[in-house]
Structures are given as structure tokens and as C-alpha cells.
């Protein structure tokens, strides 16, 4: 049986182990994006996402999931990702624009670009 909320449906349960594979292959394709500029890093995060929002792997927790990747993923790529910075109106309404047929990332990208920690306030808070 597949899965979906409301209107919105995802994945198939078939095609997620594959879909799984492909999504973690790429953050690590290009070194777990380590390097990248602020624009860049939300750029392909927010499309990571995206993708395992519509992926949809558990039948509960997939945002609170998706949170906790990007802010794993954030670190690796030296950009800090303040989850509280996290909208969660405009996060759902971005996970749902995320999930439809013609996914449109934009939304996520907004959000993760605004969790973002600034650089000078990281260097601020180092000397606490």
C-alpha cells in the first residue's frame, strides 16, 4: 500500500530503497558539499530535501528526519544549521510544494537559507 497525506502522495514503498541510495549518493558525490559557498549549499541541500520529502521513507517523523539530516548535513559542509530558525509553517508548506508532481524546491531553499547561522555570529558565540 502507498503512502500519502491529504492530496499529496509520495513514493511508492517499492521504489524507496533505490530512491534512498540515489539521494545519499549525491550529497557524497560531491564531498557532502564541504566547500560550497552559503548560495550553493542551499542550492543542492534544498533539493536533497526535497527529494527525501517526496521519497517519504517513514509513516511518521519525516519532517523532524529531514531537519535532523539537514542540520548533519550542514555541519559536514561547514555551514551551521540553526533548526530553531526553522519556520515550521513555512517548512510544511515547503515540504508540500516539495512532494507535488512538478516539484518546485524554492520554498525549502528559502527556509534553509534563513536557518542558516551567520558566520559573524559563529565567531561571536566561539568567544563565550
Partial sequence: ?????GETFFLPYSCIPTAMDYVHKRPEDQSYLRGQ???EFVREAGS???????????RE???R??????????????HQIDLCRLNKRAWMEASID??????NYDKL???IDRA???????TRDRGR
Fill in 48 to 58: 536533497v530535501i526535497g527529494e527525501i520529502n517526496y521519497i517519504h521513507p517513514f
Fill in 65 to 78: 528526519t529531514q531537519a535532523l539530516y539537514l542540520r548533519q548535513l550542514g555541519a559536514q559542509a561547514g
Fill in 37 to 39: 559557498k552559503q548560495h
Fill in 61 to 63: 517523523g519525516n519532517g
Fill in 109 to 111: 531553499r528559502w527556509c
Fill in 1 to 5: 500500500m502507498d503512502f500519502h497525506k
Fill in 116 to 122: 542558516i547561522e551567520p558566520v559573524r555570529d559563529r
Fill in 98 to 103: 516539495a512532494a507535488k508532481g512538478s516539484p
